[in-house]
């Protein structure tokens, strides 16, 4: 009796690993990895933007110690940089779209109070030639293009969540398994030069 048991057992346990292997093998597993993976992509760019968003009051106090009549353009900065930090998108909203174009639109507006305040640096010889505003100069180089990159991966890792509930068999495993996931957005162009990171460099 024992030994049917066992044997019964050890038909349903083979049963299921093989179940298993043919349902991972025909893509059941692919939308929550896609989805998995864009929302680690939307992290990275979530990172970058808190990193850019972290080196700005040092440089506001840089370009003040120089520049201090150029207020209008400083406060512009600093209430573009509160706008930005206060519009949060997480994995858990990013399914939606007006919350991702909020904060899209605040990082925008970010980026183009800091390019004004660029163009506000080229007048002050000594600002340019000082040594904390040119390593903080660096780090906001970088950061731009590492936030260009980081909005390409999420784009595509998107695109690629977006096609597989969309074509078959991802599209019969979402309608059977995964309907609760939704169609993600990405980012919009708000202008031609969308795909490039924005301009802080000084001549």
Same mark, same amino acid.
Request: proline residues 3%.
């Given at each position: 009796?024992?030994?049917?048991? %066992?044997?019964? @057992?050890?038909?349903?346990?083979?049963? $299921?690993?093989?179940? %298993?292997?043919? $349902?991972?093998?025909? #893509?059941?597993? *692919?939308?929550?990895?896609?989805?998995?993976?864009?929302?680690?992509? @939307?992290?990275? &760019?979530?990172?970058?933007?808190?990193?850019?968003?972290?080196?700005?009051?040092?440089? !506001?106090?840089? &370009?003040?110690?120089?520049?201090?009549?150029?207020?209008?353009?400083?406060?512009?900065?600093?209430?573009?940089?509160?706008?930005? *930090? %206060?519009?949060? &998108?997480?994995?858990?909203? $990013? +399914?939606?779209?007006?919350?991702?174009?909020?904060?899209?639109?605040?990082?925008?507006?970010?980026?183009?109070?800091?390019?004004?305040?660029?163009?506000?640096?080229?007048?002050?010889?000594?600002?340019?030639?000082?040594?904390?505003? $040119?390593?903080?100069? %660096?780090?906001?180089?970088?950061?731009?293009?590492?936030?260009? &990159?980081?909005?390409?991966?999420?784009?595509?890792? !998107?695109?690629?969540?977006?096609?597989?509930?969309?074509?078959?068999? #991802?599209?019969?495993?979402?309608? !059977?398994?995964?309907? +609760?996931?939704?169609?993600?957005?990405?980012?919009?162009? *708000?202008?031609? +030069?969308?795909?490039?990171?924005?301009?802080?460099?000084?001549?």
């Amino acid at each position: 009796m024992q030994a049917a048991q %066992s044997y019964r @057992w050890g038909f349903k346990a083979a049963a $299921l690993l093989l179940i %298993s292997t043919v $349902l991972s093998g025909c #893509g059941i597993n *692919t939308i929550p990895t896609l989805d998995e993976q864009a929302k680690a992509a @939307w992290g990275q &760019v979530q990172n970058q933007y808190q990193r850019r968003a972290d080196l700005i009051p040092n440089l !506001v106090e840089v &370009v003040k110690g120089y520049a201090a009549h150029e207020q209008d353009t400083l406060t512009a900065v600093i209430e573009a940089r509160a706008k930005a *930090t %206060s519009i949060q &998108v997480d994995a858990s909203t $990013l +399914d939606n779209p007006e919350k991702l174009k909020q904060f899209q639109q605040a990082q925008d507006g970010l980026s183009g109070a800091l390019s004004r305040l660029m163009v506000v640096s080229e007048r002050y010889p000594d600002l340019k030639a000082n040594q904390n505003f $040119l390593a903080l100069q %660096s780090q906001l180089e970088g950061t731009e293009n590492r936030i260009a &990159v980081a909005r390409r991966d999420f784009i595509q890792a !998107v695109q690629a969540y977006n096609t597989e509930i969309r074509t078959f068999p #991802g599209r019969l495993w979402h309608s !059977v398994m995964y309907s +609760d996931l939704p169609i993600r957005q990405t980012f919009e162009a *708000t202008s031609a +030069d969308a795909d490039k990171a924005p301009q802080v460099k000084f001549k």
